[in-house]
C-alpha cells in the first residue's frame, strides 16, 4: 500500500479535484468527490485502527485497573456482608436449640 501525502489527503476535504474534468458532468464530478472524501475517511480510520491494535491504550488501561481494585474491594465487602448474615443466623438459632436441649 503506497503512503498518502498528508498534504493531498488534507485538500481532499477542501478542493474538488475532478471538478474541471473534461469529461464529466457537474453531478459525476460531485459524486465522485464524495467518494474521495469518504476513502479519505476510510483510510483515516484504518489508521486510528491499527494504532489501537498495535498499542494498547494507557489510559484505558489505568481506568480497567482503577476498577479491577474497587471491583476487588466490592467483592471483599460482599462476602463480609454474606459471612455476617450466615453468622447472625446461626448466632441466633443457637439460643432456640439450647434451650430446647436444657429442658430434657
Not at 478542493?15 to 464529466?24: A, K
Not at 453531478?27 to 480510520?45: P, R, S
Not at 467483592?75 to 436449640?97: C, M
Amino acid at each position: 500500500m503506497a503512503a498518502s501525502n498528508p498534504a493531498s489527503s488534507s485538500q481532499i476535504f477542501t478542493v474538488n479535484p475532478y471538478e474541471d474534468h473534461p469529461s464529466l458532468t457537474q453531478i459525476e464530478a460531485e459524486v465522485l468527490w464524495e467518494y474521495a472524501k469518504l476513502n479519505q475517511h476510510i483510510k483515516d480510520l484504518v489508521i486510528q485502527t491499527r494504532s489501537l491494535s498495535e498499542t494498547p491504550d494507557e489510559t484505558m488501561l489505568k481506568r480497567l485497573r482503577i476498577l479491577e481494585r474497587k471491583m476487588g474491594l466490592v467483592l471483599t465487602l460482599f462476602k463480609a456482608s454474606v459471612w455476617g448474615v450466615v453468622n447472625e443466623q446461626t448466632i441466633s438459632a443457637q439460643p432456640a436449640d439450647s434451650s430446647v436441649g436444657d429442658i430434657h
